[in-house]
């Protein structure tokens, strides 16, 4: 009688075969997620190119339209407000000589006695700007579009994206920063300034530019931007937003509130 093979040894190739299979699905998986996240950053990538492309072509838009219209730099509002975005479209660094190149332009294109708003004159608008920039990171200002209201005024709608840190805070919003050490509900105001801290907003604004044909300069540049909608969005509810903008240095449609900064920057002018 032969004797049968024993079975009980069979097990150990299935199990190579098993643990060879189960590495080729790791494997697969690896792949699979490494491919998932190169494609999420080739997507990212993408939409950031898209979006600077986008702006790309709308600054070249406009000044194709100076050219089409032979006007020479710098002598039409169309022109000026153009430039005036590409210069600001990072807001103003005071490093290396930025100060000094921006300052020549507003004193190029603007008005001695410019109406800025909150300020008057080339200088003080510069000093807002150097202001507002280091109270601030990341900034970013992109145009919209430009509309003709009149012969002589245009609007220009654009979008700031901003990011609030702690300096945010303790340069624009003084009283809220004071209140978490010295009020009797300071849980509440350190809430609201832990909720605003790190956060990046987009605003949703527009520049009027009125300009003298005599002359050929702005006569008038107000800026106006919508802080109150991301605010009220990021805070969910009006009191939390009223008491961000209570003796605070900026006011809801993102312009300074001209106190003592203006000391504190004037000498780079």
Same mark, same amino acid.
């Given at each position: 009688?032969?004797?049968? #093979? ?8 299935d ?36 979006s ?26 169309? @022109?000026? @407000?153009?430039e005036?975005?590409?210069?600001f479209? +990072?807001? +103003?660094?005071t490093?290396?000589? @930025?100060?000094?190149?921006? +300052?020549?332009?507003?004193? @190029? ?49 654009? $979008? ?13 919003? #003084?009283?809220?920063?004071d ?14 300034a ?16 009125t300009?003298d $044909? ?19 969005? +990021? ?14 240095r ?20």
């Amino acid at each position: 009688m032969s004797q049968q #093979p024993d079975t009980r040894k069979l097990p150990f190739p299935d199990e190579i075969k098993a643990n060879i299979a189960a590495y080729h699905r790791e494997r697969r998986r690896k792949n699979q997620a490494r491919y998932r996240a190169k494609q999420h950053r080739l997507i990212t990538d993408q939409e950031a190119y898209n979006s600077e492309l986008q702006q790309e072509i709308v600054e070249l838009r406009w000044k194709r339209e100076t050219l089409m219209l032979d006007i020479t730099r710098r002598d039409s509002v169309w @022109a000026v @407000a153009v430039e005036y975005f590409s210069v600001f479209r +990072l807001g +103003l660094d005071t490093a290396g000589g @930025a100060c000094t190149t921006t +300052l020549d332009f507003l004193r @190029a294109t603007m008005a001695p006695d410019l109406d800025a708003g909150t300020v008057f004159g080339p200088n003080a608008l510069a000093r807002n700007w150097v202001y507002f920039t280091r109270s601030f990171r990341h900034i970013q200002i992109r145009l919209g579009r430009l509309d003709q209201i009149s012969e002589n005024s245009l609007v220009a709608y654009c $979008t700031t994206s901003i990011t609030i840190t702690r300096s945010t805070l303790s340069s624009l919003f #003084p009283r809220l920063v004071d209140q978490c050490f010295n009020h009797n509900n300071a849980s509440k105001w350190c809430r609201i300034a832990d909720s605003l801290v790190g956060q990046r907003l987009v605003l949703d604004g527009s520049v009027r530019f009125t300009w003298d $044909t005599t002359n050929n300069c702005v006569t008038s540049l107000i800026t106006k931007a919508d802080m109150l909608s991301p605010l009220l969005r +990021l805070l969910g509810n009006l009191e939390d937003v009223s008491l961000v903008f209570r003796h605070a240095r900026i006011n809801p449609e993102c312009n300074l509130v001209v106190n003592s900064y203006a000391n504190q920057h004037s000498h780079f002018y």
